[in-house]
């Protein structure tokens, strides 16, 4: 059942980020919604099985946008291995930790994006790399990286209440 809810989450952000948002303006500000999906996946996983899950993700995510292959699943690896070590390391879901990791998230991205530009451009493409939008992004990954965490946390908490009461009464029902 853990595994249906992040199948679930992962599609439902996938399809906001690629089908629904373009329509909007304000989409180019955006930051990749799957960063939140990883990020959740990383505080949450108990084995190092879930590495495959990212690597499933960022493939995906390669195949449906124009950056080079490889992006997002290196992307999504880094910020998986940071999250999973740091939160072994230092403490777990405080506040101060999903604000930290959140903006460095966006910031990881936007490193491997700029390394990928240098490596085709050379020089002149750092001149021509949109620092605003770096900013904005981060601005926006700030804001909404914490609360899309903790509105998963509540869907997440109430996702395993209720395969737990489905469990029970399945159980029950066999039995009696």
């Known amino acids: 059942m853990k595994a249906l809810f992040f199948i679930i989450l992962t599609v439902s952000l996938i399809i906001l980020q690629s089908i629904v948002f373009p329509f909007f303006s304000w989409s180019e500000q955006c930051f990749d919604l799957l960063i939140i999906d990883i990020f959740f996946?990383?505080?949450?996983?108990?084995?190092h099985t879930m590495i495959f899950a990212v690597i499933v993700i960022g493939c995906?995510?390669?195949?449906?946008?124009?950056?080079?292959?490889?992006?997002?699943?290196?992307?999504?690896?880094?910020?998986?291995?940071?999250?999973?070590?740091?939160?072994?390391?230092?403490?777990?879901?405080?506040?101060?930790f999903v604000i930290c990791i959140s903006l460095l998230s966006v910031i990881i991205q936007h490193v491997l994006l700029l390394f990928s530009i240098l490596i085709r451009q050379g020089s002149t493409g750092f001149l021509e790399f949109d620092f605003d939008l770096l900013i904005k992004q981060v601005f926006w990954g700030f804001i909404f990286i914490p609360l899309s965490m903790w509105v998963i946390n509540i869907f997440w908490v109430r996702w395993k209440f209720m395969t737990k009461l489905i469990h029970?009464?399945?159980?029950?029902n066999y039995k009696g």
């Open 60 to 96: 995906i995510m390669d195949s449906i946008s124009g950056v080079p292959f490889s992006y997002y699943v290196l992307s999504y690896l880094w910020i998986y291995i940071m999250v999973y070590i740091a939160r072994q390391l230092f403490f777990d879901q405080s506040v101060i």
């Open 168 to 172: 029970k009464q399945l159980i029950q």
């Open 41 to 47: 996946l990383s505080l949450i996983a108990t084995r």
